[in-house]
Each structure stands twice: as structure tokens, then as C-alpha cells.
């Protein structure tokens, strides 16, 4: 289960504190465990990884985004959202390899595949 599955979760953008960029805890979604189905508890460090990855890809998606996703409707959302769940265990496995490949990278190559998942999730909405 991951950020990607929650059909609420990309409905209305969270407001974000501009020191932070993290949503305030007092807002509905404001834990991490808000953003998924029943905040259960992860098993492996891959399942831990992976939320992550999928949380960090949302709140880009969000910002990258703009107008173009605080505009979008549910469907549209809906299918920008499928469109990152169906990249997600790719470039996963992708980052993994890499990572491995060459020490002290991983933090460039998370990065560099939250970027993406984000961009496919765009590439999915409708061009203003």
C-alpha cells in the first residue's frame, strides 16, 4: 500500500508551511499515517522506502504542479495518481540498482526518481 492507492489523498492539496514544507499537524491529513488506507504499520524497510518515495513524489507532483493540479477534478487527479502507481515499482527498482551501484549517491537518487514519478503524474493531466 502506498501514497499513490489513497483516492482522497490528491482531491484538495494540503496547505504547507513555507518554512517547513511539510503539512501542519493540525490539518486532517497532517500524520503521514493520514495519507494512506488505515495507517497501518509497515512491515520492511523496502515497504518503508517505498512510502517515502510515493510521499515525497505527491508533495512534488502538488508544487511542481501548481494551478494545473489545484484546478484539476477528481478524475483527473485519479488518473495522474494511477499514472505514478504504475511507474512506481519500476523506477523503484531502477533507484535500488543504482544506489547500490555507486556509494553515496542514494540521496540524489531518491531524489532524482521523486522528480520523476512527479513528472509522469503531470504528464497525465491535461495541459492548461
Known amino acids: 500500500m502506498n501514497a499513490f492507492n489513497n483516492q482522497n489523498t490528491m482531491q484538495t ?15 486532517p491529513q497532517g500524520s503521514p499515517a493520514g495519507m494512506f488506507e488505515g495507517g497501518e504499520e509497515k512491515e520492511t524497510a523496502s515497504e518503508v522506502l517505498m512510502e517515502k518515495l510515493c510521499q515525497a513524489a505527491l508533495k512534488a ?4 504542479g501548481g494551478k494545473r493540479v489545484t484546478e484539476a477534478g477528481g478524475d483527473q487527479l485519479e488518473r495522474a495518481c494511477a499514472a ?6 519500476p523506477v523503484y527498482d531502477v533507484m535500488i540498482a543504482d544506489a547500490r551501484e555507486t556509494v553515496g549517491i542514494e540521496n540524489y537518487v531518491f531524489l532524482n526518481v ?3 514519478l512527479a513528472q509522469v503524474g503531470l504528464n497525465a493531466l491535461p495541459s492548461n
Do not use: W
Not at 492539496?13 to 490539518?27: A, D, K, L, Y
Open 84 to 89: 505514478m502507481r504504475e511507474a512506481a515499482v
Open 13 to 27: 492539496p494540503r496547505q504547507t508551511t513555507p518554512s517547513e514544507g511539510v503539512p501542519p499537524s493540525n490539518s
Open 61 to 64: 507532483f502538488v508544487r511542481l
Open 114 to 116: 521523486v522528480l520523476e
